[in-house]
């Protein structure tokens, strides 16, 4: 079985044989934004997808998905327990509260994050963090915006 996320490597998801996902995360958040169809829900929706799968036996189960943990209202407090995850946000601009916002600003590099958001969510984050995703010949990847030395 093979690892969806590794701390060190990133995410690496084959999701059928023309399209696959090759995440490289610079630090402990990032924030995607971008069109609608660039993947952000895709890549959400094929993990569920897969953590449901992780209830069949092991040799039914392709990726281990179980250091990935799926945001959604219910999960704050399951997060606030993790250390070593990544933790995937989709349309985080519609359902993170002031709670989570603050726990992802505490959280100095127990968990990774990777947040789907299309406007500002008060994460204290240097612009060197936002992205997008684009397709390299069938390869999902994350463009960061920007790259300069200090905005750490």
Not at 39 to 66: A, H, M, T
Not at 80 to 106: G, H, P, Q, T
Request: a neutral charge; aromatic letters at 14%.
């Amino acid at each position: 079985m093979e690892k969806c996320f590794d701390w060190n490597l990133g995410l690496h998801l084959k999701y059928n044989e023309n399209l696959e996902f090759k995440l490289w995360f610079k630090g402990f958040k990032t924030i995607i934004s971008g069109e609608s169809g660039t993947g952000k829900s895709l890549l959400y929706n094929k993990i569920k997808e897969l953590q449901e799968d992780n209830l069949n036996p092991d040799w039914l189960r392709k990726y281990d998905v179980g250091n990935i943990v799926l945001y959604n209202r219910d999960s704050l407090d399951k997060i606030k327990k993790s250390k070593k995850n990544l933790i995937i946000i989709d349309r985080a601009d519609l359902i993170l509260d002031e709670d989570m916002v603050s726990w992802i600003n505490y959280d100095c590099g127990y968990n990774k994050y990777l947040i789907f958001s299309r406007k500002p969510l008060g994460i204290d984050l240097s612009p060197n963090y936002f992205g997008e995703f684009i397709n390299v010949n069938g390869v999902i990847q994350i463009k960061y915006e920007f790259d300069v030395r200090g905005w750490n």
